[in-house]
Nanobody
């Protein structure tokens, strides 16, 4: 089973940028499709972005398309989420998730492994 650890969250003003990282241990990340999800207080966990095993295919929620970029470095066993033009509504705990041999699903169910999350707060 792969263990995931997110980092890079913090407090940023609206319009600013943050880069999140998700480091994997225990197994090679190249066997996993990866996803980023987020959960704001009082709301359901929602899909943000996903990336295929090789990194050739990416998907984004409409709310972040054009502002966020997901990428991966299988050699470093790490997945990234670059977030630009941040808005107060992006405030949430961000989770990375791994789906072994997956296709980069846009729903949470296929992802078997989850990190603990990292808080992102965007002030207006």
């Amino acid at each position: 089973q792969v263990q995931l650890a997110e980092s890079g969250g913090g407090l940023v003003q609206a319009g600013g940028s943050l880069s999140l990282s998700c480091a994997a241990s225990g197994r090679t990340l190249s066997n996993y499709a990866m996803g980023w999800f987020r959960q704001a207080p009082g709301k359901e966990r929602e899909f943000v972005a996903s990336i295929s095993l090789s990194g050739g295919n990416t998907r984004y929620a409409d709310s972040v398309k054009g502002r966020f970029t997901i990428s991966r470095d299988n050699g470093k066993n790490t997945v990234y989420l670059r977030m630009n033009s941040l808005k107060p509504e992006d405030t949430a705990v961000y989770y990375c998730a791994a789906d072994r041999w997956g296709a980069g699903a846009v729903v949470a169910a296929p992802y078997e492994n989850w990190g603990q999350g990292t808080q992102v707060t965007v002030s207006s």
